[in-house]
C-alpha cells in the first residue's frame, strides 16, 4: 500500500505560516506544497487533506470555469428545486480490503452518502449507486456488498433508485469501487452552514474517534495487530433529527460535519477556515477508546487524524448546548456525546488544542491521508 | 482490449427463444445466458445488454431488497420531493482511450447524465462529479479533461455544484474515470414513460446513429482504419425542451430514451419489453453515415448495436409526429431527424427490422457489448 502522502510530505519546506495569530504555536506547521511543484497524482490528492484542497482549488475550479459558479465544492451542495430545498451529495469509495471489522464498502458507501446529506440538516430520501467492476470479481463478492448495502439503505431510510455498472479490464480483477450520491429534503427552519458558526458556539463530538480507520488498517497486509475494534460506520440522519428537535428548536444547531477522511482534525481544521473563527478543544475531552489509543500509539498516528464513519462534530449555540447535548446521549449513536470546545475570536482559521499539561497546540489539516484507500 | 462479451456469446447456447407471436423471425436469436453460469463479472456485464439486464435482475435487486422497492432500476428516476418531480440520474465513465475524435471523456461524463436526466423531460440543473484517479495520473491530463467538463456543462446549462475525488495505487497510472449525477426539475405537465407508450405511437430517431461507437473503435490499439468521424457527444436537453414546446403541448411525446451503450438497438428493445408492445421500423430509414457504415462494414457490426452519445429515439402520438419532426429538424441536433417506425399491437416485446428486400428481422438485445470501455 503505498503511502506516498507521507514521501510528499517528507521532501516538502517547512516554513513558518504567514499571518497567523501572534501567540499560536506554530511548531510542526507544514507549508502546503503548491500544486504546480506536482505534475501527477499522488494518493494524498485523494485524502481529503490539503492536497486535495490544493487539486480543488487550483486545478479543478479553474477547470471547471463558470460551471462551478466560483463556489468551493463541498462535501453536500443545497438546490434550489422548484420550492423545495434540496441537499445533494456525492462520494466514491475504494476501499481496501473490501470487507473490514465492523462492515464492508457497501455500508460505507451507504453510510457515507446519507451523513454527508444529513449534515446539511436533510432528510436523506434516495440514493443512486454506481459500479466499477474489475472483469474476474467473484459475483459472490459482488453480491455480499450489494445485500449490505440494501440492509444499510434500508437501516437509513433512503430508496436506492437508480444505478449505473461498468466493468474495467485493468486490475487483477479484486477491484471494486463504488459512487454513491444522495438526495434529501431540507425541512423548512432548518439551516445548517459553516457562515453560520460564531464565536461562543460550543463544539459537540458525538462519540469516540479513529474506529473506522483502526479497523481497516488492521486487517490491512503487514499491518495487523490484533484489535478487537470495529469500524463505526453508521447512518447518522435519526441523531441529527433528534438534535435539530429539542424544545430549542432546530436554529440553536449551526453547523454540522461527520468526520471522515482526515479525521476531527480535518472537519475542524476546514471549518475554522471557510467560517473564518479560530476553534479552541481540549484534548482530555475526546473520547477516544483504549485500543485504538493503543494502536495509534504503535503505529505513530494522532487520533484526531484518523477516519471515522459513524461520528460528527456540532457547533451550537452556548446557550442550547446541554439541551442538544442531551438529546444527542439519549440517541443510541450518540451515547458518548461530548463538549470538546468552543469557538473563539482570536487565531480566526486556525484550530488549537489544548493538551494536559495546559499548553496549546496548532491543529494542522493533514497534507494527504496517514492511510490511503479507507473510504 | 478484452472482447469477453464476444467469448460469452460464443459459448452460450443458441435456441429458438419460447414464448415469441407467431411468424416472427427467430434467426439469430440467442438465449440469454443465465447469470448463474457465470461466477464471475465479464466485460459484458458493463456493456448494457442482456448481461447487464440479469445483473440487475439477478443479483443486483434480490440483494438490494426492499431498499430498491421492487422497482427495476432504469437511467434515471422520478423523484417527488417536496411539491417538486425531480429527475435524477447517474453515470460513470471508464472510457479507453480518453481522448478520441470529437471529444473525451470529460464531455462524455457531462452530456451523459445531463441526457439521461432530459429523457425525463427535466431540465437539468445541476451535476455532482466524482473522480476516482490511479497514482502517476498525469495533471495535465486531468486538467484537460476537467476543461472540458467545465465546457460542457456549462453548454449544458447546468452547474457542478459537489464532488469528490479518490485515488488508488492500482493500475498503471493512467487510469481515470468519473461518475456523473444529475438532478433536474420536470415541469408541469411532463410525463414520460415507457407506461404511456401506446399502438400506433410514431418512432423517431434524432439523427445519423454510431458516430460515437465508430470514433472510439477507430483511435484504439490496432483498430485504426482512417476515417473522419467524430462521436456525436451533445447535451440533449435543448432538443427535448424544443419538442415539447410545440402547439401540440408536451402530452403528445411519450417517452423518449438517449441510444448509448447498445446502440438504438438497445433502446427499442428495452421500451418494447418495459412497454409491453411490439415496435417495428424501417431499415432504410435509419440514418446511417457513410463512414459509419463501411467502418461496421469492415468490422463486421450492425450500425444499430454501435454507441452513440448525442441521439435519442422519441415515441410520439401519431396525429402530432410530423409537427414534433418539424420541432426537431428545426434544432441543430436534430436537422436529420426522421421517423423511422411505429409501435404495434403485435409481438409485445419484440422489436423487428424491416429489411430493404421486404423481408422483416428480429432485433434482439445485444448479450454484452461490441467494444467494452466506450462510455
Same mark, same amino acid.
Given at each position: 500500500?503505498?503511502? @506516498?502522502?507521507?514521501?510528499?510530505?517528507?521532501?516538502?519546506?517547512? #516554513?513558518?505560516?504567514?499571518?497567523?495569530?501572534?501567540?499560536?504555536?506554530?511548531? =510542526?506547521?507544514?507549508?502546503?506544497?503548491?500544486?504546480?511543484?506536482?505534475?501527477?497524482?499522488?494518493?494524498?490528492?485523494?485524502?481529503?487533506?490539503?492536497?486535495?484542497? #490544493?487539486?480543488? #482549488?487550483?486545478?479543478?475550479?479553474?477547470?471547471?470555469?463558470?460551471?462551478?459558479?466560483?463556489?468551493?465544492?463541498?462535501?453536500?451542495?443545497?438546490?434550489?428545486?422548484?420550492?423545495?430545498?434540496?441537499?445533494?451529495?456525492?462520494?466514491?469509495?475504494?476501499?481496501?480490503?473490501?470487507?473490514?471489522?465492523?462492515?464492508?464498502?457497501?455500508?460505507?458507501?451507504?453510510?457515507?452518502?446519507?451523513?454527508?446529506?444529513?449534515?446539511?440538516?436533510?432528510?436523506?430520501?434516495?440514493?443512486?449507486?454506481?459500479?466499477?467492476?474489475?472483469? =474476474?470479481?467473484?459475483?459472490?463478492?459482488?453480491?455480499?456488498?450489494?445485500? @449490505?448495502?440494501?440492509?444499510?439503505?434500508?437501516?437509513?431510510?433512503?430508496?436506492?433508485?437508480?444505478?449505473?455498472?461498468?466493468?474495467?479490464?485493468?486490475?487483477?480483477?479484486?477491484?471494486?469501487?463504488?459512487?454513491? @450520491?444522495?438526495?434529501?429534503?431540507?425541512?423548512?427552519? !432548518?439551516?445548517?452552514?459553516?457562515?453560520?458558526?460564531?464565536?461562543?458556539?460550543?463544539?459537540?463530538?458525538?462519540?469516540?474517534?479513529?474506529?473506522?480507520?483502526?479497523?481497516?488498517?488492521?486487517?490491512?497486509?503487514?499491518?495487523?495487530?490484533? @484489535?478487537?475494534?470495529?469500524?463505526?460506520?453508521?447512518?447518522?440522519?435519526?441523531?441529527?433529527?433528534?438534535?435539530?428537535?429539542?424544545?430549542?428548536?432546530?436554529? !440553536?444547531?449551526?453547523?454540522?460535519?461527520?468526520?471522515?477522511?482526515? =479525521?476531527?482534525?480535518?472537519?475542524?481544521?476546514?471549518?475554522?477556515?471557510?467560517?473564518?473563527?479560530?476553534?479552541?478543544?481540549?484534548?482530555?475531552?475526546?473520547?477516544?477508546?483504549?485500543?485504538?489509543?493503543?494502536?495509534?500509539?504503535?503505529?505513530?498516528?494522532?487520533?484526531?487524524?484518523?477516519?471515522?464513519?459513524?461520528?460528527?462534530?456540532?457547533? !451550537?449555540?452556548?446557550?442550547?448546548?446541554?439541551?442538544?447535548?442531551?438529546?444527542?446521549?439519549?440517541? #443510541?449513536?450518540?451515547?458518548?456525546?461530548?463538549?470538546?470546545?468552543?469557538?473563539?475570536?482570536?487565531?480566526?482559521?486556525?484550530?488549537?488544542?489544548?493538551? =494536559?499539561?495546559?499548553?496549546?497546540?496548532? !491543529?494542522?489539516?493533514?497534507?494527504?491521508?496517514?492511510?490511503?484507500?479507507?473510504?
Amino acid at each position: 500500500m503505498a503511502e @506516498t502522502d507521507a514521501d510528499v510530505a517528507s521532501t516538502g519546506p517547512v #516554513e513558518t505560516q504567514q499571518g497567523t495569530a501572534p501567540g499560536v504555536d506554530v511548531e =510542526g506547521w507544514t507549508c502546503p506544497m503548491p500544486l504546480r511543484d506536482h505534475d501527477r497524482i499522488v494518493a494524498g490528492h485523494g485524502g481529503g487533506g490539503k492536497l486535495s484542497a #490544493e487539486l480543488i #482549488e487550483h486545478l479543478f475550479l479553474p477547470a471547471f470555469g463558470p460551471a462551478a459558479n466560483g463556489a468551493t465544492p463541498t462535501d453536500a451542495a443545497t438546490l434550489e428545486l422548484g420550492s423545495s430545498r434540496v441537499a445533494f451529495s456525492t462520494d466514491s469509495f475504494v476501499v481496501d480490503p473490501l470487507f473490514f471489522p465492523g462492515g464492508n464498502i457497501g455500508d460505507l458507501a451507504i453510510n457515507g452518502t446519507v451523513n454527508d446529506v444529513a449534515m446539511l440538516g436533510a432528510i436523506p430520501l434516495a440514493l443512486s449507486t454506481a459500479f466499477i467492476l474489475e472483469e =474476474g470479481l467473484e459475483l459472490a463478492v459482488l453480491g455480499r456488498v450489494v445485500q @449490505t448495502m440494501g440492509r444499510a439503505a434500508t437501516a437509513a431510510g433512503v430508496q436506492l433508485v437508480t444505478g449505473d455498472t461498468k466493468v474495467t479490464d485493468t486490475g487483477d480483477g479484486s477491484g471494486l469501487t463504488v459512487t454513491t @450520491t444522495g438526495v434529501g429534503l431540507i425541512p423548512d427552519r !432548518v439551516e445548517l452552514a459553516p457562515g453560520r458558526i460564531r464565536p461562543g458556539d460550543k463544539v459537540i463530538l458525538s462519540g469516540q474517534i479513529g474506529d473506522h480507520g483502526i479497523a481497516v488498517m488492521s486487517v490491512r497486509e503487514g499491518l495487523q495487530f490484533g @484489535t478487537d475494534i470495529a469500524s463505526d460506520s453508521a447512518p447518522l440522519a435519526g441523531l441529527v433529527a433528534a438534535m435539530l428537535g429539542t424544545a430549542a428548536g432546530p436554529g !440553536v444547531v449551526h453547523c454540522l460535519r461527520d468526520a471522515t477522511r482526515g =479525521g476531527m482534525a480535518a472537519s475542524l481544521c476546514e471549518l475554522a477556515t471557510s467560517a473564518g473563527v479560530g476553534i479552541s478543544y481540549v484534548e482530555r475531552s475526546v473520547p477516544v477508546a483504549e485500543p485504538v489509543r493503543s494502536a495509534c500509539s504503535f503505529l505513530g498516528l494522532d487520533p484526531i487524524h484518523v477516519a471515522n464513519e459513524g461520528k460528527l462534530v456540532a457547533f !451550537v449555540d452556548p446557550d442550547a448546548a446541554e439541551e442538544v447535548l442531551d438529546a444527542m446521549r439519549d440517541h #443510541e449513536l450518540g451515547h458518548q456525546a461530548a463538549i470538546i470546545g468552543e469557538v473563539v475570536d482570536d487565531h480566526p482559521g486556525i484550530v488549537v488544542a489544548r493538551t =494536559g499539561i495546559g499548553a496549546t497546540r496548532v !491543529v494542522d489539516l493533514p497534507l494527504g491521508e496517514q492511510l490511503p484507500r479507507i473510504c
